[in-house]
């Protein structure tokens, strides 16, 4: 009867053993062609570190990766630690868990939340949450999302920074009562936009 080593099964040339260490796939990363980086992302015995570095060229791997959930209990100061870049990769993965998210958006680095702000699909609760932050370039980007909800068309439209009310008057669905607003906004590039979509004071709009 074979014994538990003949039961695993060999790993293909030059791709890390299943049970390859820690130290082993550290050793293995160096120079090693973008098969056996990815592969090493998806190990579950790849060093945390090593996991944020590799998430900036293959964050789908690294999502992957079985170990992952346990590292995120076991390791949460490590993870935090992540650079912006390699945040905001993982979070613009469409299959991103909402705690990657939620790591972008706590993340100091602005990149991190610019690339949640760009996911096709949010929850309600992500949009509101990121509607709500300082930087009127973020609010921007999502007043543009195809998931806005009206509370947050509404709150848009009379947002205190013009560039945030000049991406909401791009979108192609604004109810009558909104776009009656926008074309008599203080700022002329929205008024202009507006005229030029077919929606000016003059306009064939409703």
């Known amino acids: 009867m074979p014994g538990p080593a003949a039961l695993t099964p060999p790993a293909a040339p030059g791709l890390p053993a299943p049970d390859a260490t820690s130290a082993e796939l550290l050793r293995l990363v160096h120079g090693a062609p973008p098969p056996v980086l990815e592969a090493v992302a998806r190990h579950p015995n790849a060093p945390v570190t090593l996991l944020g570095e590799l998430a900036v060229t293959f964050p789908e791997a690294v999502l992957a990766n079985p170990a992952l959930p346990l590292l995120r209990l076991a390791q949460a100061g490590q993870i935090r630690a992540w650079s912006g870049l390699a945040v905001s990769r993982l979070a613009a993965v469409d299959t991103a868990p909402e705690w990657v998210q939620e790591l972008a958006m706590r993340h100091p680095d602005r990149q991190a939340r610019w690339a949640v702000a760009g996911r096709v699909r949010l929850s309600p609760e992500r949009l509101a949450q990121l509607a709500g932050w300082g930087e009127w370039q973020l ?68």
């Open 139 to 206: 609010r921007a980007a999502v007043a543009q999302h195809p998931d806005l909800s009206a509370e947050l068309v509404e709150r848009f439209s009379t947002d205190g920074e013009y560039g945030v009310r000049l991406a909401l008057s791009a979108r192609t669905d604004l109810p009558p009562h909104i776009l009656r607003r926008l074309r008599v906004d203080p700022h002329p590039l929205i008024r202009r936009r507006l005229q030029l979509q077919g929606f000016g004071m003059t306009g064939t709009g409703p």
